[in-house]
C-alpha cells in the first residue's frame, strides 16, 4: 500500500470514529433535553406526552390544594387551557396563587405529575410562550417584556 493510501485509510477510519462520537453524544443529549410547553400546546396535543417536559403559566387562583403527606394539588394556566398538577415535596417559598411558574414532570393521563416546581420572584415574570398566549388572550396586565 502507498503513503497516500495509508493516510487515506487513517484519515477515513477517523472521521467514522468521529462521526461515531458525534451520534453518540447527540443520541444522550437527546434523552436528557426537556423543552418547555404551555398548557395550551399539551390540550391541542403538539406535545409527545411520553417524554419528561417543562410545563409553564400561572397557577390558577382557587387551585391549590395541600393534602397528607406533602402531596400539593393545582392547576396552571395560560388563560386559554388549564392543566391539573400534582407535586408531591416542598414548595418554593415564592410559590402562590397567580404567580409563575415552571414545572418539571411527565404527563400522567390528563395531569401533569411535577417533580420540579419552580418559582421566579419577580411577579410579572412568566416564560415568554406563556406570555405571547396570555396577550393573545386579551388578558395582559404585566408590565413590557424584556
Not at 416542598?90 to 418559582?119: H, S, W, Y
Request: cysteine-free.
Amino acid at each position: 500500500m502507498k503513503r497516500k493510501h495509508k493516510r487515506l485509510t487513517f484519515v477515513l477510519i477517523a472521521l467514522l470514529l468521529l462521526g461515531a462520537a458525534t451520534a453518540l453524544v447527540l443520541s444522550a443529549f437527546e434523552e436528557s433535553i426537556v423543552f418547555f410547553h404551555s398548557p395550551s400546546d399539551i390540550v391541542s396535543k403538539k406535545v409527545p406526552l411520553d417524554r419528561r417536559l417543562r410545563l409553564g403559566g400561572l397557577v390558577e387562583k382557587g387551585s391549590v390544594v395541600k393534602k397528607a403527606n406533602a402531596v400539593v394539588t393545582f392547576r396552571i394556566t395560560d388563560t386559554a387551557n388549564a392543566i391539573p398538577v400534582t407535586y408531591t415535596g416542598i414548595l418554593p417559598d415564592l410559590f402562590r396563587e397567580g404567580q409563575g411558574v415552571v414545572t418539571e414532570g411527565r404527563m400522567v393521563g390528563n395531569e401533569f405529575k411535577a417533580e420540579e416546581v419552580l418559582a421566579k420572584h419577580d411577579e410579572k415574570y412568566m416564560p415568554p410562550e406563556v406570555a405571547d398566549a396570555i396577550k393573545k388572550a386579551g388578558q395582559w396586565k404585566g408590565g413590557q417584556q424584556k
